[in-house]
């Protein structure tokens, strides 16, 4: 993962809090469900963040290979940014974290 964004230790503490839940409602009930279904919850959190990082450091950084075609569509990106109420709730919420769901 780029570490654009940070996201490492967000992923390691959302981690932990899915495979408590699991954990918990195992010992609890003896249902093996949240076990089961940890890791494609974890990855689906996992992929939401690289996606973010992937977006974010072709955004904020200038790679050797970018035409001028390519910048622009970086700058206008920037811009839409700073000109939207949506676009800036995007970049914060990704950006801080997503929701446990």
Avoid: C
Wanted: hydrophobic content about 40%; glycine content about 10%; cysteine-free.
């Amino acid at each position: 993962m780029p570490p654009t964004g940070a996201k490492g230790l967000n992923l390691a503490a959302s981690d932990v809090h899915y495979l408590s839940e699991a954990l918990i409602d195992f010992y609890k009930t003896g249902s093996s469900e949240g076990v089961d279904g940890y890791s494609a919850k974890a990855l689906a959190r996992v992929w939401k963040a690289e996606r973010f990082s992937w977006w974010f450091t072709g955004l904020t950084h200038r790679f050797p290979d970018t035409d001028a075609f390519a910048r622009r569509m970086q700058t206008a990106e920037i811009e839409y940014i700073k000109g939207s109420t949506a676009g800036q709730t995007t970049v914060a919420e990704n950006y801080v974290g997503l929701s446990f769901g």
